[in-house]
């Protein structure tokens, strides 16, 4: 015999004949206890086993027993001319036997004073794993039997070496089982590297099910709940990038289909794209700006279309008044023709024909009239209509006519009277001419900005502010055309 399950033989007998007397067959050995440390590998672990249990039966009857000591070692003596079976067994480990026959020792041998030994070199006992066949364990795997050839107590050879490769078949299921194990393990371990945490999931619930009292995958299982996390958190955030990318997509494309219809008028759909930019992204500036814009413009448009009915109906009036005052001024009724081309000048301020007849007829009057203070008086009385030059123009008729007029004095303190100053800047006069005292604020909408426009007049002075928009996101502030700050824009022209 082999291996760990060889079995020594030894005997130890009397050189001298005695009469014959009770004997019997001491069998001693030593008891392991095997295991396998696991993970992705496999270790082998043996040890000596103490406390192990050691029974020999006649039959179902226990007629000896013993331990092992704590370094594994028993012994155990089985009576003479009988048959017996030795059990070697642990708590939750498997059972192995022997067969042992005292019977058929020789009379002649018998009469000698023997005491027989065999020393077995050990047992290796270890805990069942699941779904191994341990039922050929259920056999003997040795015959202990007097041999006469040799004289001596020893071991059927061939009996043995079915025994031993029952044992080698055993642990060849129970070394594949293990390896199993081990490369689910690895598998799993492979898969939680490279963060496939479904793979990794499936290697250590199997590697769990071949081997369930292991802790390896039960641990590992930890890391397969941190992978899966790290997935979803990593699904999550690529969710709401897209979801962000979307958002994005949309607002520039909400934006871009309200900035085509502003920049074409169409107010409707200028307001409806602006209208779901902002349900995008409610905290935008330029579509909220630009929103307001288009009410203007669509309020601006009506307005436009008012003035523009008005303006037409003006029109009408002002040609009729006009040609009621050329039919009177062809009849030379110069009094009413005036009146017709002042009531002309009510309709249509701005129109230079109806302010060039009415000088003609101050000269015509002034010559027909000469010298009339009446009628003078009369004329500048009804020039608050008129530009200056005009009324200058109607002033120099009478002048030229002042030799005919008897109230001279009157006419010369009027046509004397000097002018009043000019201021120097032109833009100022301009600016204070059309902007009231105080802040005043324009919006103007151009083709991708908003400008802010706030005009300041103060103490006889003009100041510009301008605040610019873009619809990309970036603001500009001027005064009279020089950069400032926002914060200055908003300070200097708080409304």
């Known amino acids: 015999m082999t291996k760990r399950n060889k079995i020594v033989l030894a005997f130890a007998l009397c050189a001298c004949f005695v009469q014959a007397q009770n004997w019997s067959l001491k069998i001693s050995s030593h008891i392991g206890f095997r295991k396998y440390v696991v993970d992705t590998k496999a270790i082998k672990d043996e040890t000596v086993l103490g406390g192990a249990s050691i029974k020999l039966y006649k039959g179902d009857k226990v007629i000896d027993q013993t331990f092992s000591d704590g370094g594994g070692y028993f012994s155990i003596f089985v009576p003479a001319n009988d048959e017996f079976e030795l059990k070697v067994t642990k708590e939750g480990c498997f059972t192995k036997k022997i067969y042992i026959n005292t019977k058929d020792v020789p009379e002649e041998a018998q009469k000698l004073d023997i005491k027989p030994s065999i020393s077995i070199e050990g047992f290796i006992l270890s805990k069942p794993l699941p779904g191994i066949d341990y039922s050929g364990l259920e056999q003997t795997l040795a015959k202990i039997v007097y041999i006469p050839k040799d004289k001596n107590f020893g071991d059927e050879?061939?009996?043995?070496?079915?025994?031993?490769?029952?044992?080698?078949?055993?642990?060849?299921?129970?070394?594949?089982?293990?390896?199993?194990?081990?490369?689910?393990?690895?598998?799993?371990?492979?898969?939680?590297?490279?963060?496939?945490?479904?793979?990794?999931?499936?290697?250590?619930?199997?590697?769990?099910?071949?081997?369930?009292?292991?802790?390896?995958?039960?641990?590992?299982?930890?890391?397969?709940?941190?992978?899966?996390k790290t997935r979803e958190e990593?699904?999550?955030?690529?969710?709401?990038?897209?979801?962000?990318?979307?958002?994005e997509e949309k607002y520039v494309e909400a934006l871009k289909k309200a900035d085509d219809a502003f920049n074409t008028k169409n107010w409707t759909i200028a307001k409806e794209g602006y209208t779901e930019a902002l349900s995008v992204k409610g905290s935008e500036q330029y579509p909220k700006y630009k929103l307001a814009a288009v009410e203007k413009m669509i309020a601006e448009e009506a307005v436009a279309k008012s003035n523009a009915d008005k303006a037409a109906e003006a029109k009408a009036k002002y040609d009729a008044a006009v040609k009621r005052g050329d039919d009177l001024f062809a009849k030379r009724v110069w009094t009413d023709a005036e009146d017709a081309y002042y009531e002309a000048l009510g309709y249509l301020s701005n129109e230079k024909y109806p302010k060039t007849q009415i000088v003609?007829?101050?000269?015509?009057?002034?010559?027909?009239?000469?010298?009339?203070?009446?009628?003078?008086?009369?004329?500048?009385?009804k020039t608050s209509k008129l530009e200056p030059e005009y009324v200058q123009a109607i002033k120099k008729t009478y002048e030229d006519a002042l030799t005919y007029e008897s109230d001279a004095s009157y006419l010369k303190k009027k046509t004397n009277e000097p002018a009043a100053p000019v201021k120097n800047s032109e833009h100022v006069k301009a600016m204070l001419a059309k902007y009231p005292a105080g802040l005043t604020e324009e919006i103007i909408n151009g083709n991708?900005?908003?400008?802010?426009?706030r005009v300041l007049i103060k103490d006889g002075d003009a100041w510009v502010y301008q605040k610019k928009i873009f619809n990309w996101g970036g603001t500009a502030c001027f005064r009279d055309d020089a950069t400032i700050t926002e914060s200055i824009f908003e300070n200097e022209t708080r409304l």
């Open 157 to 228: 050879e061939m009996y043995t070496k079915e025994g031993l490769a029952l044992v080698a078949r055993i642990e060849e299921a129970e070394m594949a089982l293990i390896n199993s194990f081990c490369e689910a393990n690895k598998a799993g371990d492979e898969a939680v590297k490279k963060e496939d945490c479904v793979l990794a999931k499936k290697m250590y619930t199997n590697a769990m099910t071949l081997l369930p009292g292991e802790q390896y995958p039960v641990t590992q299982m930890s890391k397969v709940g941190e992978c899966f």
């Open 360 to 381: 003609a007829i101050n000269k015509m009057m002034s010559r027909e009239f000469p010298g009339n203070d009446k009628k003078y008086k009369d004329a500048i009385a």
């Open 234 to 247: 990593i699904a999550k955030r690529a969710e709401e990038m897209i979801a962000k990318q979307a958002m």
């Open 448 to 453: 991708g900005v908003v400008i802010i426009k």
